[in-house]
């Protein structure tokens, strides 16, 4: 059996194991053919050679990131362990990550590889589809680019919008008017808000129509200019929603577009506009795509998991 040992220098071997060793045991699950023995400043690992090799590369980059750090939490051990090279997770520390402070100091960052390459093609194109499953950032990063346009003034308001499909449930069942019927579709795009910009301003920003948060429904007729613009869940939009909307864009605006094919709640038969979008559209000049995946899941490590769990099935269907 072959074997590896590494000492670690410059680092402090308890802050880099974790409480109790838990980042030795998320290497073990990451590299379950190996056996690995972490001992005083010394990580030992027995097993084959070419994942050794790959071990050893990991722990290079995770002791590159502590130095530079002083830390080394679990969120930042598994983006470094499914880097694709290690010139991708540097990538993610460059200060070119940074997109604006929210509330109380808070500094909202582009926290993957992929969320980078959506804020740098964000900058490039005024259309933007960011495309991937459920906790990818992809909302939450578009409105954080949404709140920095504003603040920077080079847009007069934000604009954000969902198509009001009714999940599994009855939406003319729900209790109030059509706004209280409605809100619960947009919270997502609230709590994004209320993580950027404090309270009292938010009120004050959705009072004037500085920022405009309305299902899909309202767009229609509109021209959009001078605007920053993000449709969400856009896949559940049909065929003549998603065309309506991309036609709304006016002068001086940004448009984004997210959502995740996997998460369809249209009808039977009923062609998705974001898929067809991304056919139709993937060669036009000023429009960018973005596609995340599940290594830019940055909920609750669960998330990955079952993402990982149900791509296995639909594999397998």
Same mark, same amino acid.
Request: hydrophobic share 40%.
């Given at each position: 059996?072959?074997?590896?040992?590494? #000492?670690?220098?410059?680092?402090?071997?308890?802050?880099?194991?974790?409480?109790?060793? $838990?980042?030795?045991?998320?290497?073990?699950?990451?590299?379950?053919?190996?056996? %690995?023995?972490?001992?005083?400043?010394?990580?030992?690992?027995?097993? #084959?050679?070419?994942?050794?090799?790959?071990?050893?590369?990991?722990?290079?980059?995770? *002791?590159?990131?502590?130095?530079?750090?002083?830390?080394?939490?679990? =969120?930042?051990?598994?983006?470094?362990?499914?880097?694709?090279?290690?010139?991708?997770?540097?990538? *993610?520390?460059?200060?070119?990550?940074?997109? %604006?402070?929210?509330?109380?100091?808070?500094?909202?960052?582009?926290?993957?590889?992929?969320?980078?390459?959506?804020?740098?093609? +964000?900058?490039?194109?005024?259309?933007?589809?960011?495309?991937?499953?459920?906790? =990818?950032?992809?909302?939450? @990063? +578009?409105?954080?680019?949404? *709140?920095?346009?504003?603040?920077?003034?080079? *847009?007069?308001?934000?604009?954000?919008?969902?198509?009001?499909?009714?999940?599994?449930?009855?939406?003319?069942?729900?209790?109030?008017? /059509?706004?209280?019927?409605?809100?619960?579709?947009?919270?997502?795009?609230?709590?994004?808000?209320?993580?950027?910009?404090?309270?009292?301003?938010?009120?004050?920003?959705?009072?004037?129509?500085?920022?405009?948060?309305?299902?899909?429904?309202? /767009?229609?007729? !509109? $021209?959009?200019?001078?605007?920053?613009?993000?449709?969400?869940?856009?896949?559940?939009?049909?065929?003549?929603?998603?065309?309506?909307?991309? @036609? !709304? /864009?006016?002068?001086?605006?940004?448009?984004?577009? @997210?959502?995740?094919?996997?998460?369809?709640?249209?009808?039977?038969? =009923?062609?998705?506009?974001?898929?067809?979008?991304?056919?139709?559209?993937?060669? @036009?000049?000023?429009?960018?795509?973005?596609?995340?995946?599940?290594?830019?899941?940055?909920?609750?490590?669960?998330?990955?998991?079952?993402?990982?769990?149900?791509?296995?099935?639909?594999?397998?269907?």
């Amino acid at each position: 059996m072959n074997e590896i040992k590494i #000492e670690l220098k410059e680092v402090n071997p308890r802050e880099f194991f974790g409480d109790r060793n $838990t980042n030795i045991e998320l290497l073990r699950n990451y590299f379950p053919k190996l056996k %690995v023995v972490a001992r005083g400043n010394t990580v030992k690992a027995f097993g #084959e050679e070419i994942i050794l090799e790959e071990f050893e590369k990991r722990i290079v980059m995770l *002791v590159s990131h502590f130095k530079k750090f002083n830390k080394l939490d679990q =969120t930042i051990l598994e983006q470094i362990l499914t880097a694709d090279s290690a010139k991708d997770f540097e990538a *993610v520390d460059d200060k070119e990550s940074f997109i %604006v402070h929210g509330v109380g100091g808070k500094v909202i960052k582009a926290k993957t590889i992929n969320q980078q390459r959506l804020v740098l093609t +964000s900058q490039k194109n005024d259309m933007l589809f960011a495309v991937g499953p459920a906790g =990818t950032g992809k909302t939450y @990063t +578009s409105v954080a680019l949404a *709140v920095k346009a504003l603040k920077e003034k080079q *847009v007069k308001r934000i604009i954000l919008t969902r198509p009001a499909v009714e999940a599994g449930e009855n939406l003319g069942f729900l209790p109030g008017d /059509m706004k209280e019927k409605l809100d619960p579709y947009m919270q997502p795009l609230y709590d994004a808000l209320r993580d950027m910009i404090p309270s009292e301003r938010l009120n004050s920003y959705l009072e004037k129509g500085t920022i405009q948060i309305a299902p899909l429904a309202f /767009m229609r007729g !509109r $021209t959009l200019d001078h605007a920053f613009v993000i449709l969400d869940e856009a896949q559940n939009t049909t065929h003549a929603q998603m065309k309506m909307f991309l @036609t !709304r /864009m006016g002068a001086h605006a940004k448009f984004i577009i @997210t959502g995740d094919p996997g998460q369809i709640d249209l009808p039977r038969r =009923t062609i998705s506009g974001l898929k067809e979008a991304l056919l139709v559209l993937k060669e @036009t000049p000023g429009i960018g795509m973005i596609y995340l995946d599940d290594k830019d899941v940055i909920r609750h490590r669960l998330v990955k998991k079952v993402i990982e769990a149900y791509k296995n099935i639909e594999h397998q269907n």
